[in-house]
């Protein structure tokens, strides 16, 4: 490996490492409160309100919680859709989830994901808004994930008008100075915290 490249890769882990300790940390009481401020900055922008159909993920251990998002995405009569992991592929599918309870079952490695036979697929051009996880994130919309590439995969994909309305979710604690970003690495376009709407990026 480029000793550049090598660098990079260690700077980011220890981003990560430092950022999830941190964000672990965090009580459940303090995850809650912090979560439904970051909802209802969410639903109060731009980016979500002119969506009629909404890219989410279901939140895992200590991240933000998306469960009120993806409720008020399907009771605003929004679409919802969802990412499934497919490994082989190294990419993200889309599908169309109208009921969380019934439609979402955990993947192998504990994450919530569609369940194929009761979903229908979507494509990355039906949407309107993504919402996208991180570990890290900095002021330019720099994003740090855990190192799989899916986020990356996808949010390269996204048209120009697409990435203008990508919003990552993030504990104010997430935010960094810097996040080492390569050729590969992709950015949001707003970052939404308990504290502030972070567009500097724009």
């Known amino acids: 490996m480029h000793p550049r490249r090598r660098r990079r890769k260690d700077k980011k882990e220890t981003i990560r490492h430092a950022v999830l300790h941190k964000r672990d940390s965090l009580s459940e009481a303090e995850r809650a409160d912090k979560s439904n401020i970051i909802f209802n900055r969410v639903v109060q922008t731009w980016e979500f309100q002119q969506a009629e159909s909404v890219l989410l993920y ?27 992991v497919n490994r082989p592929a190294h990419q993200l599918d889309l599908y169309y989830v109208t009921d969380v309870e019934r439609e979402l079952a955990p993947s192998a490695w504990g994450l ?3 369940i194929v036979e009761r979903c229908e697929p979507s494509s990355l051009a039906e949407v309107d808004c993504i919402i996208a996880p991180g570990i890290a994130f ?20 996204l048209t120009p008008a ?18 080492p970003v390569g050729f590969f690495d992709a950015r949001v376009a707003v970052i939404a915290t308990e504290l502030r709407l972070v567009v500097e990026n724009r």
């Open 58 to 84: 279901a939140s895992f251990g200590s991240e933000v919680d998306t469960s009120r998002l993806m409720a008020a995405t399907l009771d605003a009569s929004r679409r919802l859709i969802l990412p499934r």
């Open 112 to 114: 919530r994901e569609p």
């Open 138 to 157: 900095d002021r330019w919309g720099g994003r740090l994930g855990h190192g799989g590439g899916y986020y990356d995969r996808l949010l390269n994909s």
């Open 162 to 179: 697409q990435a203008h309305v990508s919003i990552g979710l993030a504990y104010e604690l997430q935010i960094v100075q810097e996040v």
